[in-house]
């Protein structure tokens, strides 16, 4: 008897382990892309498909952010798509979706649609045929998440966003019908991005926490140049700050068309006017462009170029630690490993919760995230993914995590985690990590 409930007990304990590891199985995720349901809302088939590339991009990282999902890159899945012959912006067909299947092991497909682009106008000013208008953007998406498995089976979730600018440039070129010009996709993009947030909360069934006060652009004028700085006659009241990016924009043969000049960022700010710095240009800039700032989260970020972190060689594996980088309270750690031999399995995994910042203040990890290759996986707890390599093949790999103070230089101290089959759990173990 006695006999007969260890035996039992051993059972239950290999049904609960192995039902535990079904429930950690993060459901694989490839987005296929994007369609337009009508061209006309873009002034060319250029700008539509580099519209549809931004929703498909921006997507597949908000969606990789989500736990239980596993999401293959926007890169490879493109990749794959272009060897299958597949055409951008249409439905796969089922033998196409049957072969990515196979190359990615996918559970589910998206797909999705703009199925809706309005613009309410609240005040307008007009020069020529160009119209400079006070207006309300609403974009609304739809999406398919098709099953892997059975192509005719899907569930469908919807997005919307809206967003008010100010200096928008608009063509009545035909009539009533309303075109956005290609300098104006950041109102656009911003509003997708809304409508996107708003995707995916209806995928995870959780509500989108309301909006601050919608972002708008400030649109200002070139006053005075001096050197490679831009004087504007917008400042701090108008919402300006340090480091906002700037495009600036030169309109023509009285309004009819624009030369886009290039950027800047805000480098100083008074109470009425700013300095802006040159950062690209494809023109001189001259007194009396227009200056067009987003005021909201767009913040000019410097790149920078370092040396290896740190190097692991373990049996078989190479790994270099490359760059820890910081966008907005994010950091991104990031690497590549090498395979020594064949078939060999790496396992990136997250299992601290605690960092400290740059002041040494213990902090907790939020929205954390890990990736090899192509694929991402998000957790609140142990954010994991494993890949078998081939012998001589590299990927890349990444740990990120939120809460990290906006002005932080560098990590005082954070702990990171690798698993080989024959090491076993690795740590790597960072002090003052700059960022």
Do not use: C
């Amino acid at each position: 008897m006695k006999k007969r409930i260890i035996l039992l007990a051993s059972f239950l304990a290999v049904v609960m382990l192995f039902a535990g590891t079904i429930e950690a199985q993060a459901t694989r995720v490839a987005v296929i892309g994007f369609e337009a349901a009508d061209s006309s809302w873009f002034e060319s088939s250029t700008r539509q498909r580099e519209i549809l590339e931004f929703i498909r991009e921006e997507f597949t990282d908000r969606l990789a952010d989500v736990e239980d999902y596993t999401v293959l890159s926007s890169t490879r899945t493109q990749d794959l798509l272009y060897e299958l012959n597949a055409r951008p912006g249409r439905r796969p067909s089922h033998s196409i979706m049957n072969q990515l299947r196979g190359r990615t092991n996918s559970d589910l497909f998206a797909y999705g649609s703009i199925d809706r682009i309005e613009i309410n106008e609240q005040d307008e000013f007009k020069i020529g045929p160009v119209r400079f208008s006070e207006a309300e953007l609403t974009v609304e998406l739809s999406l398919e998440m098709i099953d892997a498995r059975n192509p005719n089976s899907s569930d469908t979730f919807i997005g919307i966003g809206q967003v008010s600018h100010t200096g928008l440039n608009i063509v009545d070129s035909e009539g009533d019908r309303i075109r956005l010009q290609a300098f104006d996709d950041d109102a656009l993009e911003r509003t997708i991005s809304q409508a996107i947030d708003n995707l995916i909360a209806d995928i995870t069934g959780e509500t989108v926490d309301e909006e601050e006060p919608a972002e708008r652009t400030v649109e200002a004028q070139v006053i005075s140049i001096v050197g490679d700085r831009l004087v504007i006659n917008k400042g701090h009241s108008d919402g300006l700050e340090i480091d906002q990016i700037a495009n600036i924009v030169r309109y023509t043969d009285g309004g009819d068309s624009s030369l886009t000049i290039g950027t800047a960022f805000v480098d100083e700010v008074d109470s009425n006017s700013a300095s802006i710095v040159l950062e690209s240009i494809n023109r001189r800039p001259q007194v009396g462009d227009y200056v067009y700032i987003t005021v909201g989260e767009q913040v000019r970020t410097p790149e920078s170029d370092r040396d290896p972190i740190r190097v692991v060689d373990t049996r078989n594996f190479r790994i270099e630690i490359l760059d820890a980088d910081l966008s907005g309270n994010r950091v991104t750690i990031s690497g590549e490993a090498t395979a020594k031999s064949n078939n060999v399995d790496l396992r990136v995994l997250l299992s601290s919760t605690e960092f400290f910042d740059h002041e040494s203040n213990r902090t907790q990890m939020t929205g954390k995230r890990v990736s090899i290759g192509g694929w991402s996986q998000s957790s609140s707890g142990t954010p994991s993914i494993t890949e078998t390599f081939r012998r001589n093949e590299t990927r890349e790999i990444s740990w990120s995590f939120t809460n990290v103070p906006a002005n932080a230089d560098r990590l005082a101290r954070v702990t990171l985690w690798l698993e080989t089959e024959y090491e076993g759990n690795i740590s790597l173990d960072f002090r003052d990590l700059e960022l």
